[in-house]
């Protein structure tokens, strides 16, 4: 790129995007990532087919709440409710494990693969190619969750009804709402997610090895994950990134519940302000020798 190109926003932001798109289709083709996709799809249908057969496609034996058992008691009276149940029993680990792995591979990998020095090469600056990786994590968070999302509906329709389903208050919603508050709740589970993101790419630039910041960050995880169920630390509790994960339940009420929401989204977004800047120091600052 010449300095006059360089000079030209359109053609600096044409160059962003496309190095944006490059990294995106380059993260979603790779095995590992597919392999990640299908675990992640096939959990709604082994869901679905273990009410299915439990059930019979008869009436559930539970109801009410949030959490994810309740919301499967619903799933016989409405196929959509698996959408709710697939979200809640992937986000604790699944979900975040594989955005966890995909983030942690963001820098170390291409480190570790010899092609990151090439990547700077181009006129791309540390700092638009963080970015980047960035951007291309947060999109396999909202792909990610937008497929369990989607084999949840496919798989609800198919093996039970559909039609207006009652919110956690007890009052009736038409279907048309019940599917907009969905996708609003996959958009929240999504965005549950930006601080592993942060985390993962902080872990990514302190080292060159992939396979060590990808198990770092899934360790990191579990280990947060521990400690948010340990009562002696409950004052901690509320800054941990996944403690109001399953607040997207909130969504569910009539009125909504937008307390521990807010908090949620603005935990995730102090998580990728702090890591995310560490990431970005500790980048900009790095000796790049492969």
């Not at 996959?186 to 601080?195: E, K, N, P, Q, W």
């Not at 807010?262 to 935990?267: A, E, F, P, Q, S």
């Amino acid at each position: 790129m010449s300095r006059a190109e360089t000079a030209v926003p359109g053609v600096r932001w044409r160059w962003t995007f496309g190095l944006f798109r490059s990294e995106l289709l380059t993260t979603l083709r790779r095995w590992r990532t597919l392999a990640l996709l299908g675990v992640l799809v096939a959990v709604p249908v082994l869901i679905g087919v273990a009410v299915r057969i439990e059930t019979g496609g008869g009436a559930p034996g539970g109801g009410g709440g949030g959490e994810g058992p309740a919301f499967i008691s619903q799933v016989t009276n409405n196929g959509l409710f698996l959408v709710f149940a697939a979200l809640a029993a992937t986000l604790p680990f699944f979900l975040p494990m594989a955005v966890a792995v995909v983030a942690g591979d963001a820098v170390a990998g291409e480190a570790s693969a010899g092609t990151l020095r090439y990547l700077l090469v181009a006129p791309a600056g540390r700092t638009r190619l963080l970015l980047t990786k960035y951007a291309t994590v947060l999109a396999f968070c909202l792909v990610a969750t937008l497929a369990v999302a989607v084999s949840a509906l496919t798989v609800g329709a198919l093996l039970f009804p559909l039609g207006d389903l009652t919110t956690i208050s007890g009052t009736r919603i038409g279907f048309a709402e019940g599917l907009v508050r969905a996708l609003l709740i996959a958009l929240v589970v999504a965005a549950s997610l930006v601080g592993v993101a942060a985390l993962g790419l902080f872990v990514s630039t302190l080292t060159n090895s992939g396979i060590a910041a990808m198990a770092t960050t899934v360790g990191l995880l579990i280990t947060v994950q521990i400690l948010d169920h340990i009562p002696q630390l409950h004052a901690l509790h509320p800054y941990f990134f996944s403690h109001y994960w399953l607040s997207f339940a909130d969504l569910m009420r009539e009125p909504v519940y937008w307390e521990n929401l807010t908090r949620n989204l603005g935990l995730q977004a102090l998580y990728a302000a702090v890591f995310g800047s560490a990431a970005w120091a500790r980048f900009t600052a790095k000796d790049i020798t492969s």
